[in-house]
């Protein structure tokens, strides 16, 4: 009726639609009436639908105007012809009709609407211009769909002219030519980018984002993004090639719009929480695990998280709502895929249909799935973006947090959970953000599948639910026992990284013992139980994947087989058969995502509680510190009757504190440990509670921790501390602090770096830069934390002298000093003596020493302390800070230290960390970093881990892959002729053969896939086991030089990270890109049997294929690469903050803390954007290229209907139809694998470096008399720690008698270590020779030597393991010559005592010994090895003087016929030596019996007398 009324009589009894005309014909068209309405009007309604809520977005999104452009004025000018075209259509209708020529009304509403609407989408263009859209989306479509609309009026004119002439209507034709012409224009106009805005900052910036700029049509498809994939295979990719981070993205925005939220929020549900968590606090700290404590903290007993998820959720909502509309529209068109195979199949068995409908299927599907490909593809990219966002947030809200923590809090989080937060809880919340549509779409979609399968099969779809409930069970019991096996690994894996850990600590040891063999066999013991449990593990995942992938045969085999056998008129034709296995693919995949989806949301709401623990756990009171800049009050501080505690919950611990500093006087605070000096101090800067009293300070502070806070920076930058360089000020502060000369020994002075915690600067270095930078500051008051502690004696009185005392640089300052230093306080203003956290006395050193009250009785007992201290530890240099000179060696005790530092100069290593896009001077950096590999993995790297894996073996995969995919093919064919099978009488032939061969077919592939997989996984165990020998061996017969050069954190990240990835991951992508290179293979055999001619098309779209998957894996690998690096600053930026926050605090620096924390997470957004627009972009094309391939296999088999069978054609388009996964899980899979195999290339780096001299030489010392007297002869010999350092002996040449007993004495760096370091070669000689009872040591293998001498270190090593395993670790001796060592070192008591004796387990560096046991362990061992050489090194530091005793004289009966050195840092341990040796420079200064020594009054006399001993 309706169409009768617009239409009018004319369009007769047809009116709107006619069947015949549009479907059932060869040649089809629509009605005119339909043409005229229906199509023209759609692309009307769709801008009318979209108009108000597209103007509201441009109203509220303004970029500034864009000025009128070519491109503005040329459409313009089209929309104004095509309105006039409009019109004048309608003057002309109403013409004829005043005519008398009778025209119904749809010709000119028509026109009206049209016109209407044309001058709508001029009015939004102009709209656009004005808010600065450079290409609009909106109208894009609506120009598309007008074109498509005029395209069908244009063929029907055309086709209208072919049969009536052209002259009939000449007008109307004219107008529809002109109209799509037109339409064609602006389609073509608005597939162009329109001027950036004219405020844009855009246009100042060169590199910006390209999506900003560029047009719809590559926004959606991300061709935007194709610049940078060519610019990362062309060259490497550098930080700079990379875009900044958009606006809306920045730290900037997002963290003060999130902390706007929290703040809200928190201010909504104050009160509630601050309960909840004191409670909280108080709980953790009267639990005594840590883990527990840790769970009391991030825990929480009801939903913390609601107030936290809404802050998200008002924040992200609308952005996370609009992506979930993507994503239904996207499972709409997924679901009406199948439809359109089962009506294609339809067409292919039904001969009378038209061809056409064939070509229209194929386009209409093809059109679809680029549709649901740009849908889903746009949903990734808004859950990618919004998962960035939300990483903005949460770590921008945690570091906040962090400034403002008070005590109480820093107690319950330790710096591990908190970076915890911002990498595993805030990938979890990503990992939410993509997953969270699946824990309601998924079973949505799995009812979908089943009413489907419903509608093809009837009541036998519902046996596939009894499959899944079969293989429920079974998975469930291989993942327990799988779950199983990996604990073992675990556990054995911990044992491993233990033992490697405590071998590379104290690998010196090790080196000097000659024990590599040993441990090396130990490690390997515990390797190979470690790999049988994960072989067990991996068959067992073999088993389970084989279940999985065997799913989607199983369902279709038992469907198949109940519906054909049930009911003997039950037909499986082509249609049934191929659109079920589609369904049963969606499904599959639905009910894998769903396990997924719950446990991402399970593990999302466990970080959400966690997160909202920590940033709603107790903050600092402002009001605590009372800062005053004004100028009323004389005094710079003044406490009034103060009572401060550390957190609410517990007592005070300063009380009644009186207290007032005149401006400029310097203050001493002194006490006993615990008297609560540092307290006081931090009650000064707010730190504490205060509970009563007040408090004022003036002006600026600066402050100076006990525990010495140095930044990952260069010594300039940590003094300078972001105040502007004042070269004269730096140079006078510098020369105060006493660190000119430590400058000078840096090997790029100032500018050196300082590595994480200042690790490669000794305790008074670290202190006296601190102090530095207190000093630089220039601030009113001073509060300084016992800074002399952990400087030398001459040190800490210079100073004293240049920067605390009445003459320093800080003499016009308020200076508020806690000190032990006593012989400094009759120098000090006022003094306050701090007993039990209250003030006892206060006064000048002289009044107090006139009331001789407490502080007399405090000096006599430091008095009386330190003369004791002085006998027997005369000052000797800057014991913890030496200023090293030049050429001094920065470590005296050789053998001593367990962390491996440098032996040489210039204090070696500064780790210079990876992540650095500028490195610092290069001179300045010390250690080697992580090198990143750019570009592709060399082919090289591949071919070595294929040889690791067994040629063999790799042959036996590639066809056992080969056998399991053709017997897939044949299945996948056996179902194609059995659909085929004639019908007789309404049922099939055979029914029985072909259910048993196809389910045959199926258990043979399963089986073939289980043995597949199993062949892969375990030959990458068995290469892993290479590898790993490989990389052992290289790294224990590195020399120590290599082990000083190489942070231990390398090497451990090589034992198990990489060792980790070669274990599990290799083999796992490889596996995954075996199966789906098949699978793809499979699937073009597949088209190519049904459709030959496919070749034509399959051919080209692969090569095009083969580009893709190229250019995209050499730009992910870097950009994968690099987001790694620029993720490691951000977590030392928040450890370091956390460790200093007081420190920023007193300095009021945290604004600048807080955007150095901005830029790290803005410089980390810039790698991930473009690392998750790499994988769209490669989604995308890869998708669109394999809805291509779908496309032809359609096209070809609706071609070739004619010869080909409903079978054929359903088995090629249902295989086609999995293309695109394959394709694109098959990239995914070759670009992990190469990110993996950095491992390998990684684990064989160390292949390629130095090696020390062999361990044992054959034919030496085959008579094993060599090593009888003991004579060491030193024959002009020179040492060098490395090529570029000076020489650390030079030309020392003299003669140690056999059985003589010679002390070696020196100052520091004169060379007494390494004298030892040559005589054991754990360094080779410049020049010269060491000869040893006739022996050059140069000729004998490394352990063949170092066994027959014996070193006891002066840090006693053991190992966790047994006390006999400590004692004798290569298994030389019988337990009655280890009990005799015992009883001579007099520990024999102490052992029997033990519950284990000998078998007693000592833990982790001997933890569960005391240090002088220890030391007694180590000398047993000693004693055991019995060498005719014994090289002491201050080897009883630890014990009590009666066991000292005792043990000296042992030494002397028991060696008596060795030769023994001692290296003394006392002079008095070597005063009964036969002969003392004094180095000074490298070089030998004197060398006689100790009488002639004193006699000569030379070096040695000088030593004694600064010794105290002359």
């Known amino acids: 009726m309706a169409g009768a009324a617009l239409c009018g009589p004319r369009a007769g009894p047809a009116g709107l639609w006619d069947w015949n005309q549009t479907w059932y014909t060869n040649t089809p068209r629509f009605t005119w009436c339909f043409e005229r309405t229906v ?231 104050q009160q509630k929480m601050e309960s909840a968590t004191f409670k909280k606090v108080q709980k953790s700290e009267t639990r005594t695990a840590e883990a527990e404590e840790t769970e009391v903290l991030l825990q929480s007993e009801h939903s913390q998280s609601g107030p936290l998820l809404k802050v998200f959720w008002s924040m992200f909502g609308t952005y996370f709502l609009l992506g979930t509309v993507c994503l239904v529209i996207c499972d709409v068109f997924l679901f009406s895929i199948p439809k359109l195979l089962s009506l294609f199949l339809q067409f292919v068995e039904d001969e009378e249909a038209p061809s056409w409908h064939g070509y229209f299927y194929a386009f209409t599907m093809f059109l679809l799935a680029c549709l649901q490909t740009l849908f889903e593809q746009r949903y990734m990219y808004m859950c990618l973006v919004l998962g960035l966002r939300l990483k903005t947030a949460v770590t921008g809200l945690v570091y906040r947090k962090i400034l403002v923590m008070s005590n109480a809090s820093r107690k319950a989080a330790t710096v591990g959970e908190i970076v915890n937060l911002v990498s595993v809880d805030v990938q979890k919340l990503m990992d939410l953000v993509i997953y969270f549509n699946g824990t309601w779409l998924a079973p949505i979609r799995i009812i979908i599948c089943f009413v489907f399968l419903w509608q093809l099969l009837g009541p036998s779809a519902l046996t596939s639910i009894a499959v899944f409930l079969f293989l429920l069970p079974l ?145 600092l009171n402002p009001e605590s510190s009372g800062r005053d800049s004004s100028g009323c009050v004389q005094a710079s501080i003044t406490v009034r009757n103060g009572t401060f505690c550390w957190s609410k919950e517990t007592s005070p611990c300063l009380r009644r504190i009186d207290l007032t500093v005149p401006r400029g006087s310097l203050l001493a605070i002194v006490g006993q440990v615990g008297a609560g000096k540092s307290s006081l101090l931090s009650a000064l800067l707010g730190e504490l509670e205060k509970m009563d009293g007040c408090m004022t300070m003036k002006d600026t502070t600066a402050y100076v921790p006990q525990q010495a806070w140095i930044q990952n920076a260069s010594v300039e930058d940590n003094i300078l501390f972001g105040k502007e360089m004042d070269e004269t000020w730096f140079n006078r502060v510098i020369d105060a602090c006493a660190l000119q000369p430590d400058l000078e020994s840096f090997p790029a002075g100032r500018k050196s770096e300082i590595g994480e ?195 063999l073996l790799c042959v036996y995969i590639v066809l056992l892959f080969t056998c399991q995919q053709a017997v897939s093919f044949s299945r996948g064919y056996w179902l194609s002729m059995w659909t085929d099978d004639p019908v007789h009488n309404g049922t099939q032939q055979h029914t029985e053969l072909r259910v048993g061969v196809f389910g045959a077919l199926g258990v043979v592939q399963a089986l073939g896939r289980f043995l597949s997989t199993a062949a892969v996984l375990l030959g990458g165990v068995l290469a892993s086991h290479k590898l790993f020998l490989q990389l052992l061996r290289n790294v224990m017969r590195s020399p120590m030089v290599f082990f000083e050069q190489t942070p231990i954190g390398n090497l451990l990240n090589r034992f198990s990270r990489e060792v980790d990835a070669i274990d599990s991951v290799i083999p796992d992508k490889l596996k995954s890109l075996l199966g789906f290179l098949f699978h793809l293979l499979e699937i073009y055999l597949v088209i190519l049997v ?137 990239v995914r899979a070759w670009t992990d ?103 050059d040591i140069a000729q004998l293998g490394l352990h063949d030597l170092r066994t027959k001498i014996t070193v006891v270190p002066q840090d006693p090593v053991l190992f966790s393991g047994s006390l006999r395993m400590n004692l004798d670790p290569l298994n030389r001796h019988t337990d009655a010559d280890i009990w005799t060592a015992l009883e001579l070192t007099q520990l024999k008591n102490f052992v029997a005592a033990l519950p284990d004796q000998l078998e007693y387990k000592c833990t982790e560096q001997g933890e569960n010994l005391s240090a002088g046991q220890k030391q007694l362990v180590c000398l047993a061992r000693a004693l055991l090895r019995k060498a005719k050489i014994l090289i002491l090194d201050e080897a009883t530091a630890a014990v009590d003087l009666e066991t000292d005793l005792q043990i000296q004289a042992t030494l002397r009966t028991q060696f008596k016929d060795s030769t023994m050195l001692t290296i003394a840092h006392r002079i008095n341990t070597v005063m009964d030596c036969d002969r003392i040796l004094v180095l000074e420079n490298g070089r030998v200064a004197e060398f006689d019996t100790p009488e002639r020594l004193i006699a000569q009054k030379g070096l040695f006399c000088r030593l004694m007398e600064e010794s105290g001993l002359a």
């Open 1233 to 1335: 694998i190469e990110n993996s195999i950095v491992s390998v290339e990684r684990v064989r780096e160390y292949a390629r470096t130095p090696k020390e001299a062999p361990w044992t030489l054959n034919g030496q010392l085959q008579d094993q008399v060599w090593l009888t007297e003991g004579r060491i002869e030193f024959r002009n010999y020179s040492l060098r720690y490395r090529p570029d350092l000076e020489l650390a002996l030079k030309h020392v040449s003299l003669t140690i008698h056999g059985q003589e007993k010679i002390g070696i004495t020196g100052r520091t760096g004169a060379g007494k270590s390494t004298l030892a370091v040559g005589l054991l070669r754990l360094v080779e000689a410049a020049e010269g020779a060491i000869v040893i009872d006739g022996l």
């Open 757 to 951: 915690k200042g690790i490669n600067i000794s305790g008074g270095q670290k202190q006296r830069v601190n102090l530095a930078r207190a000093v630089y500051q220039k601030a009113s008051i001073y509060l300084l934390d016992d800074p002399l502690s952990a400087v030398d004696a001459h040190v800490g009185q210079h100073i004293f002298e240049h920067v605390l005392g009445p003459n320093g640089l800080l003499k016009n300052k308020t200076r508020v000093l806690v000190t032990h230093t006593i012989n400094i306080l009759p120098h000090v203003d006022t003094i306050a003596l701090l007993v039990d956290g209250t003030i006892s006395e206060i006064g000048s050193y002289q009044e107090l020493l006139q009331r001789n009250g407490g502080f007399a009785e405090f000096l006599q007992s430091h008095i009386a302390a330190e003369e004791k201290a002085d006998t027997s530890f005369p000052a000797m240099g800057d014991a913890q800070g030496t200023i090293t000179s030049r050429n001094a060696l920065s470590q005296e005790k050789l053998f001593s230290d367990n962390s491996v530092k440098s032996a040489a100069t210039g204090r070696e290593p500064v780790p210079v960390s990876q992540h650095r896009t500028t490195a610092a001077t290069p001179e300045g950096t010390l250690t080697k970093g992580e090198k990143t590999q750019p570009g592709r993995v060399n082919t090289l790297i591949y071919a070595a881990y294929l040889k690791a894996t067994g040629f």
């Open 39 to 269: 199509i023209a009007w759609i692309p009307c309604a769709y801008l009318w639908i979209c108009f108000p809520f597209y103007y509201l977005y441009l109203r509220h999104k303004n970029k500034g105007y864009i000025r009128m452009s070519h491109i503005f004025k040329a459409k313009m000018v089209l929309g104004f012809i095509l309105v006039i075209l409009c019109f004048s259509n309608i003057f002309f209708v109403l013409w004829e009709i005043s005519q008398g020529i009778p025209r119904a009304p749809a010709f000119f509403i028509s026109p009206a609407v049209v016109g209407i609407t044309m001058i709508l989408a001029m009015f939004l263009t102009q709209a656009e211009r004005m808010m600065g859209i450079q290409s609009s989306g909106i109208l894009w479509i609506y120009w598309l769909l007008s074109f498509m609309a005029a395209v069908v009026m244009f063929s029907s004119k055309v086709q209208h002219a072919l049969e009536r002439g052209f002259l009939e209507d000449h007008f109307h034709h004219v107008t529809t030519y002109l109209y799509a012409s037109l339409v064609l224009g602006e389609l073509v106009l608005f597939c162009l980018v329109d001027h950036p805005p004219f405020f844009s900052k855009a246009v100042n910036n060169p590199n910006q984002c390209p999506e900003a700029s560029t047009s719809f049509l590559s926004k959606i498809t991300y061709w935007w993004f194709s610049g940078l994939v060519w610019r990362g295979w062309r060259q490497p990719l550098r930080t700079d090639h990379l875009w900044p981070v958009r606006k809306e993205d920045s730290s900037e925005e997002i963290v003060a719009w999130a902390e706007r939220e929290w703040q809200k929020c928190r201010s909504r549900t």
């Open 475 to 619: 998975n469930f019991v291989i993942t327990k026992r799988r779950s199983q096996f990996q604990e073992a690994q675990m556990k054995h894996k911990d044992e491993r990284a233990k033992l490697t850990n405590a071998i590379l600590s104290d690998i010196k040891v090790i080196k000097l013992y000659g024990w590599e063999k040993t441990f090396m066999e130990k490690v390997l013991g515990i390797r190979k139980e470690e790999l049988q449990a994960l072989k067990r593990s991996q068959i067992l995942f073999s088993a389970s994947l084989a279940s999985f992938h065997s799913s989607t045969f199983l369902i279709a085999f038992v469907m198949f087989a109940i519906y054909t056998l049930v009911d003997d008129t039950h037909v499986l034709d082509a249609q049934k058969a191929f659109v079920s296995l589609t369904l049963i693919n969606i499904l599959n995949t639905a009910h894998s995502f769903l396990p997924f989806s719950i446990n991402a949301a399970v593990q999302a709401k466990v970080s959400l509680n966690r997160l909202a623990a920590f940033l709603n756990l107790e903050e």
């Open 1090 to 1226: 049904a459709t030959p001619r496919a070749a034509v098309a399959i051919v080209p779209l692969t090569v095009l294929y083969a580009a893709f998957q190229h250019f995209y894996v050499s730009t992910s690998c870097q950009l994968r690469r690099a987001e790694a690096a620029s993720r490691s600053p951000i977590y030392s930026h928040i450890s370091e903050t956390f460790q200093g926050s007081s420190v920023i605090r007193a300095y009021k620096d945290q604004e600048r803390f807080i955007l150095k924390s901005n830029f790290l997470v803005d410089e980390n957004q810039r790698v991930c954007f473009p690392g998750a627009v790499a994988d769209r972009w490669l989604a995308t094309n890869l998708e669109l290229l394999g809805n291509g391939i779908v496309l032809f296999a359609a096209l070809f088999a609706a071609m070739g209907r004619t010869r080909l069978s409903p079978g054929t054609a359903g088995f090629s388009i249902s295989y086609a139809l999995q293309i695109t996964g394959v394709l694109n899980w098959m």
